[in-house]
């Protein structure tokens, strides 16, 4: 049931990013595009070897007839087409997830974690005094729901504060932003400058030295935060995105398998994606328990009210 749901809402949101079912006229058409996304977001749901996947899928019959699958692909199949599908498709998708959700203003949050290489575990890189390597990704999401909009993934050591803008500037042309929220890592002019010429209406980006005067603090924005202040309650609406990256890291691994650049960045977009699948099932089954809890109430308060009405008429 769980996969099912899955995959339907993969097949909606690919449809709706207009993706074409082969990328070029001349292909075997064997599997098509939109198999190999969705298999590709499963193996990274399920945190599994391309092999053990294949397994996996073998036990599956319902994953096979709901993909029309008329034979299983090997496990080169699924390598060669993660390497091969390009990362304007995967961001595509990742960016239908918010409209899919039919949001109309969104509060995003900015933050960046780290994703650390699992070719060598701690242990031997410790021994070996070798230097661990890590991957820098950094999201723009989306605080009421929970949902990642963009993406931005670095292999070399930088700056949080340099994806800032591009990442709102994405998130903006996806759907229009109504409040960004960050830490004191992205307290800089120029992140409220760019902001503000993307007309974002608040900005709430607390200053790195609170204990220094106005007079001396650089820069309009700046001191405007600092003089009028903001309000703190949603600016810790921010700490939903350690909630993503946390909720990321436990189901799907805080390391990359993948060797070069290319298949890391899309082993993580995947990741990303399979996510945004879980969000929106798990948003999905809360609004109907509240539902059925609020129609649970409300069938009792009918009940009582007509019970005191009869009572009261046979008086």
């Not at 449809?15 to 599997?31: D, F, G, Q, T």
Request: charge should be positive.
């Amino acid at each position: 049931m769980k996969y099912s749901k899955m995959i339907r809402i993969l097949l909606d949101i690919i449809r709706k990013a207009r993706i074409p079912s082969y990328l070029h006229k001349c292909s075997n058409h064997v599997y098509t595009v939109w198999q190999h996304l969705v298999l590709l977001s499963l193996r990274q749901y399920e945190q599994k070897s391309y092999r053990r996947f294949l397994d996996f899928l073998h036990e599956c019959t319902t994953i096979q007839q709901q993909l029309q699958l008329s034979r299983l692909p090997h496990y080169t199949t699924l390598q060669k087409a993660s390497s091969r599908l390009e990362s304007t498709i995967l961001h595509k998708i990742l960016s239908e997830f918010i409209l899919y959700i039919k949001v109309r203003l969104v509060l995003v949050g900015i933050d960046g974690t780290g994703f650390g290489h699992g070719q060598s575990s701690y242990y031997y890189t410790k021994r070996a005094k070798l230097r661990r390597r890590f991957v820098k990704v950094s999201i723009a999401a989306d605080m009421n729901h929970q949902i990642v909009c963009a993406i931005k993934i670095r292999h070399q050591p930088r700056h949080d504060n340099i994806n800032f803008a591009p990442l709102l500037e994405k998130t903006n042309q996806i759907i229009p932003v109504n409040t960004v929220v960050a830490d004191k890592g992205y307290d800089s002019e120029s992140n409220h400058v760019a902001a503000k010429n993307l007309g974002i209406a608040s900005v709430i980006i607390p200053p790195r030295y609170a204990d220094v005067p106005v007079r001396k603090t650089k820069g309009h924005y700046r001191k405007a935060l600092k003089r009028n202040g903001y309000d703190c309650v949603i600016y810790h609406q921010r700490n939903k995105v350690e909630t993503i990256f946390s909720v990321i890291k436990r189901m799907f691994g805080d390391c990359v398998t993948s060797r070069n650049i290319v298949t890391i960045n899309h082993e993580l977009i995947y990741r990303v994606i399979a996510y945004n699948c879980h969000r929106i099932m798990r948003n999905n089954l809360i609004f109907r328990i509240w539902f059925l809890h609020g129609l649970r109430n409300h069938t009792f308060v009918f009940y009582a009210n007509f019970t005191i009405v009869s009572l009261g008429f046979i008086r």
